[in-house]
């Protein structure tokens, strides 16, 4: 929206029945693109297009104030088309045609982007010798902990064994460093009620306040959850390096960039490495420590 407002564009947000197609008809001369949730709603009505996707002739009781159907797009976060329009009329916040083509169905979408800038740049800038030894660890539910994406999962993947997993409280006692998340939410994670030892847990915060807290520390640690978060981007722009875990890749060729997929998989395809993304193999253990300790000691620049 505020890259919109920044081209000189104005917004129209309305309720997706009888009100949209009235402001429509209101101000279609002037419309160049209407992006709707749930498209197909739409594309098939012809009380809502000029001419649907099953037949390109208008049907008799359409009206040239209808919606034009090469108008609609559809804005989704994930690397997907979205039906009925498809890639081309799939608005995307990452280039999802750098991705090797196993892993992109959404590949001929249209990449429109995004940036965190204006609410990062807002946000002081804490130099790195005067922040603690403090890592933030990424990550809204407890059930994280559990899931086998999570980089220090169990081989035989018991949850007991990674919920009581001790490897925070002692990397914090050997190298004087500080786990802090926000509280997790307990959806789906049974009988545990608490992260693993060493983590300690915050009030959720505002958004202002979350980047104040982040910035502050020294490296910003994904846990395999929640992917492409926008976080990251939020992380480096303040100075902080990300932990991004790869869930998979060709054991064959370990280090085949193409054969990844992680927690942030942009992070991974345009490039970007050591130091300011330590990009660490699930399982990895020693890994995982030797990564965490060389980002907490490596400065970045913002």
Known sequence: MDAMH???YSMLITTPKRDFNEWFRKYHKNVQIIIRERPGECVYDPQCVYADVASPVPAPNSTHLNLPI?????AAWWNLAV??????????PEP???WPASQSGGRDNYYLGYTVEPTCLNTPFIPFAQRPKQAYILGKY??????GRYPLTDPVGRADAQYRDDFYLKFSEEEDVTFLAGQFDLFQVGNYTQPPPGITQHPRLPRTDFQTMISKSRVLVGIGNPILSPTPYEALCL?????NPIVEWDRNDPENKNSWEGQHGALIHEGIDQPQVYHVKVGDRDGFKGALKKAVNTPIDR
């Open 96 to 98: 999802y045609n750098i």
């Open 70 to 74: 090469w108008k609609i797009f559809h």
């Open 6 to 8: 920044k081209l000189g």
């Open 239 to 243: 100075g902080i390096p990300f932990m």
């Open 83 to 92: 039906e009925p329009l498809g890639g081309p009329f799939t608005l995307s």
């Open 142 to 147: 407890l059930g994280y902990f559990k899931d």
